[in-house]
């Protein structure tokens, strides 16, 4: 393989610090702005002036109609199929490590860095992917799926940095953006209102049905079942006389079911579409932490492949709101050990 690497900058601090730590290690490189949505003038503009001040093209690739396929394609059909969605891992593996990837092989490079929190390592000959240093910003669950061909030419320069250490590293170079605040939104939702954007998006509204509880009483009206989610409280719009959750979603029956904190616990789960990164396969069971959300502790766990594409976990606690649709990644300390999709 060359030295020539593609550093994909969202005009963000993050990316341009990985773009000046990738450079001064002695890279070729080529800054990519991947026009996703109607993306921010203002962002291709501060992408393009780190790349200048750093001494390297920057250019722009269109992917808006790739993106609408497979990450907003993919996200409206798992909302309507009553599943929650993560759509950075959607970007992840099908744009941003997929068909840049791809675009970089194509045109000659090697590799493609990114501004991502988390480490790659090489060990017994296969490519590991490790959690970032700054547990705060670590990435590894959004990067799971991330494929043993597609970590061999992944370069993560910011895995080994706390977060204050590369925005001082953006303000020591004068960096344009090294200030700039950072987007917690869903890039394609910035306003967080899923359900307007996949009405506007298809034209179409969803129908209101009933609330009930476990018993089948009726508690009031939902305003279409796209609006809720396994483990909701707020935002249910009712008066109640206790607290109660979002427990489950019924299609057939058009009903959200609500029910009591603890009706939200379980110790096993399902998960499919499962990408394994530090084996090609489990053969038998394994003791791993398991996270069913971003923002979640690991939690320890016992795991089974039980077909190709699917495994099985126990946990040895109950765990609160399991949601279909969300992924579930394995650990073995910092080590990622793979995913699926809960199904």
């Known amino acids: 393989m060359n030295n020539k690497t593609i550093i994909a900058m969202s005009g963000g601090v993050d990316s341009s610090v990985a773009a000046f730590l990738t450079k001064n290690q002695g890279f070729d490189m080529l800054g990519v702005t991947l026009a996703l949505t109607d993306i921010e003038s203002s962002d291709i503009t501060d992408a393009k002036a780190?790349?200048?001040?750093?001494?390297?093209?920057?250019?722009?690739?269109?992917?808006?109609?790739?993106?609408?396929?497979?990450?907003?394609?993919?996200?409206?059909?798992?909302?309507?199929?009553?599943?929650?969605?993560?759509?950075?891992?959607?970007c992840n593996r099908h744009i941003k490590f997929g068909l840049l990837g791809d675009?970089?092989?194509?045109?000659?490079?090697?590799?493609?860095?990114?501004?991502?929190?988390?480490?790659?390592?090489?060990?017994?000959?296969?490519?590991?992917?490790?959690?970032?240093?700054?547990?705060?910003?670590?990435?590894?669950?959004?990067?799971?799926?991330?494929?043993?061909?597609?970590?061999?030419h992944t370069l993560f320069?910011?895995?080994?940095?706390s977060k204050a250490e590369v925005r001082e590293i953006a303000v020591e170079n004068n960096f344009v953006n090294a200030r700039k605040k950072e987007s917690q939104d869903i890039c394609f939702v910035p306003d967080g209102d899923y359900a307007g954007f996949i009405e506007r998006y298809l034209g179409k509204t969803y129908k209101e049905g009933d609330f009930v509880d476990f018993d089948g009483n009726v508690l009031g009206t939902h305003k279409g079942l796209i609006r809720y989610t396994v483990g909701q409280r707020k935002g249910l719009g009712l008066a109640l006389p206790k607290p109660m959750y979002v427990c489950e979603l019924c299609g057939e029956k058009n009903c959200v079911v609500l029910g009591d904190n603890e009706d939200l616990f379980s110790k096993?789960?399902?998960?499919?579409?499962?990408?394994?990164?530090?084996?090609?396969?489990?053969?038998?069971?394994?003791?791993?932490?398991?996270?069913?959300?971003?923002?979640?502790?690991?939690?320890?766990?016992?795991?089974?492949?039980?077909e190709?594409?699917?495994?099985?976990?126990?946990?040895?606690?109950?765990?609160?709101a399991i949601t279909k649709g969300q992924a579930v990644v394995l650990y073995d300390g910092d080590t990622v050990v793979g995913g699926g999709t809960i199904i």
């Open 103 to 152: 675009y970089a092989k194509e045109n000659g490079y090697s590799y493609v860095a990114t501004g991502h929190y988390a480490q790659i390592t090489e060990e017994n000959g296969r490519y590991i992917l490790k959690k970032g240093v700054d547990a705060s910003k670590d990435q590894s669950y959004v990067l799971y799926s991330l494929t043993q061909e597609q970590l061999k």
């Open 50 to 90: 780190v790349a200048t001040r750093l001494g390297f093209d920057h250019t722009v690739v269109d992917l808006k109609a790739e993106f609408s396929r497979e990450v907003i394609g993919r996200f409206i059909d798992a909302y309507e199929n009553l599943r929650t969605p993560n759509p950075c891992i959607y």
């Open 268 to 306: 096993t789960l399902d998960a499919d579409d499962i990408n394994l990164i530090t084996t090609d396969k489990i053969d038998t069971s394994i003791r791993v932490e398991a996270k069913v959300r971003y923002s979640q502790k690991a939690q320890k766990a016992t795991v089974w492949q039980t």
């Open 157 to 161: 320069p910011l895995g080994s940095l």
């Open 308 to 320: 190709d594409d699917k495994i099985h976990i126990e946990f040895d606690e109950p765990q609160r």
